[in-house]
């Protein structure tokens, strides 16, 4: 009788580890490590001043301290049409975690960068015409008007990126008891990557350039919260502030005449995504 307890209740503990154990198991969200996930979404985009130089076969000059905006969609369908999808500024990124708290991803962030038109500036340099372009100030700065110079990265400010990125779940401590069912996680990165800009500039009236072209280089670093449903689905948002150096943008059909400029950059990211194991 004695051994039969005994056995009973060795059985009862092997019993309760084994179903606490599958119970472990059967938690997908419990580890990370050997999945992919993909996300698309938007951004804003805000910039610091720069000085942009300008270079030619009969100019050189720079404009200083020069402010510039982004160009939202603002929320449209063009972000899941095909072929309109480049007109809004997009976020496209796949990742793969190599641990459970560690992963690897490649994107483009496809932000939009306009000088901003009829600001007063800073200038510095020559250029044909001086003074016929309704641009000259008595103080002896400018005023960017479209007659004399207009400059762009519409189609886009693209920064192709890879990135590195630590994952935690939180969840436990806003009393989130079932994971699979939601998660919340942080996430932090740091990333760099090329500038593949199409940039449309148009100097002293004459014909306007639009072309894409390697253009520079870029670094970055991000913070963001990524709430996920029924193990499979997440929106996510990413805080991301970089740095953005270009050292030959095309400005004309001339290959010598190209705009140089740096800036540091903040980005704001609402994504929608999938995670899942291959």
């Excluded at 198991?25 to 001043?49: E, P």
């Excluded at 301290?65 to 899941?80: L, Q, R």
């Excluded at 029924?230 to 805080?239: D, G, L, M, P, V």
């Amino acid at each position: 009788m004695k051994i039969f307890k005994t056995t009973l209740i060795l059985g009862a503990l092997f019993l309760s580890n084994v179903i606490e154990a599958q119970e472990t198991i059967q938690k997908y969200t419990a580890t990370n490590k050997g999945k992919f996930y993909v996300y698309w979404g938007g951004n804003r985009g805000y910039y610091s001043g720069s000085d942009i130089r300008f270079k030619g076969t009969d100019y050189d000059f720079t404009l200083e301290n020069a402010s510039a905006h982004d160009k939202p969609k603002g929320w449209h369908v063009d972000y899941i049409n095909p072929a309109r999808i480049t007109i809004p500024q997009t976020n496209f990124r796949l990742g793969y975690f190599f641990s459970d708290h560690y992963n690897v991803s490649i994107g483009v962030d496809h932000m939009k960068y306009v000088m901003t038109q009829n600001q007063e500036v800073g200038i510095k340099g020559h250029y044909p015409n001086q003074g016929s372009y309704g641009e000259l100030l008595p103080n002896g700065n400018v005023l960017l008007t479209e007659e004399f110079v207009t400059f762009e990265h519409t189609d886009g400010l693209n920064y192709v990126n890879a990135e590195i990125n630590r994952v935690d779940d939180i969840s436990k401590y806003v009393y989130i008891n079932d994971t699979d069912k939601i998660q919340l996680n942080t996430t932090v990165g740091v990333g760099t990557g090329l500038l593949y800009p199409k940039t449309n500039a148009q100097m002293f009236g004459r014909q306007r350039y639009d072309d894409f072209k390697v253009s520079g280089f870029g670094f970055s670093a991000k913070a963001g919260l990524n709430l996920t449903f029924y193990k499979h689905f997440f929106i996510q948002y990413e805080a991301k502030v970089g740095y953005i150096d270009i050292t030959n943008a095309r400005i004309s059909q001339n290959s010598s005449d190209k705009a140089m400029h740096h800036f540091t950059f903040f980005e704001s990211i609402i994504a929608i995504g999938g995670i899942f194991r291959l």
